[in-house]
């Protein structure tokens, strides 16, 4: 199975960016890179996600490197609300392989 | 816009008693997952539904079963409960994954269920 890789925590100050890393050496040509995040006592909630090109969308951007072995998640002005465990995770085609499955993710912590 | 809802949000049971948790997914989505997530844990995949045919099985006890009806949602029958099986359980649901497309989960806020 494709694995990820990411640092245990990370510190933020409250309006600067945050730039979250992934490294994903073993990813298939078909694994797209998603990522969620997970507040306390809450359920996950859907991020972004990425094949080869860059993605921005409201919540974030998400850099894709040339070779896909690595990514990053990109939080333009992390506000106090950004504080979670943000996971990425790599989704394949159909049966097991577009499951889901969560690894260690990267406990964001925001200073106000 | 209608979110995954899940039921109850709490369950408390008693060893060896059975408890069903239920999930009515997004409307069109045809895929569900079910998740289990322990105190200080990541969350597990334990299985899931496409056009409700079970897809996939994770780490889910013999003592869990599930199934996906025919207006989409699914619930999760547990029986024989420990008090290991005290967790979070979420659904999620989404297109299934196929080539040349691939989509985001939405997930539920949980049910919580406690064994005592």
């Known amino acids: 199975d494709a694995k990820t890789t990411q640092p245990n925590s990370m510190e933020s100050n409250e309006e600067e960016p945050v730039h979250l890393p992934c490294n994903h050496s073993t990813i298939s040509g078909t694994d797209y890179i998603h990522w969620y995040r997970q507040l306390p006592s809450q359920g996950p909630e859907y991020v972004i996600h990425?094949?080869?090109s860059n993605v921005n969308n409201r919540m974030a951007s998400l850099a894709i490197a040339e070779d896909r072995k690595s990514s990053t998640l990109i939080l333009h002005r992390a506000t106090l609300r950004d504080a979670a465990v943000y996971y990425c995770?790599?989704?394949?085609?159909?049966?097991?392989?577009?499951?889901?499955?969560f690894g260690k993710g990267t406990k964001l912590s925001v200073k106000p | 816009a209608a979110g995954v809802i899940q039921s109850p949000r709490h369950l408390i049971k008693e060893k060896r008693e059975t408890a069903t948790l239920k999930c009515y997914p997004i409307?069109?989505?045809?895929?569900v997952y079910w998740y289990q997530q322990g105190p200080g844990q990541d969350p597990q995949f334990l299985i899931s539904?496409?056009?409700?045919?079970?897809?996939d099985k994770g780490s889910i006890p013999d003592r869990f079963s599930a199934q996906q009806f025919s207006d989409y949602h699914s619930e999760l029958n547990m029986s024989s409960l420990e008090l290991g099986d005290s967790a979070l359980y979420f659904c999620?649901?989404?297109?299934?994954?196929?080539?040349?497309?691939?989509?985001?989960?939405?997930f539920g806020s949980g049910t919580r269920l406690t064994v005592v």
């Open positions: 995770i790599l989704r394949g085609y159909g049966g097991s392989q577009g499951n889901l499955i």
């Open positions: 990425g094949l080869t």
């Open positions: 409307p069109r989505h045809d895929t």
């Open positions: 539904f496409y056009e409700k045919m079970q897809s």
């Open positions: 999620a649901s989404s297109l299934g994954a196929g080539q040349g497309s691939n989509y985001g989960y939405t």
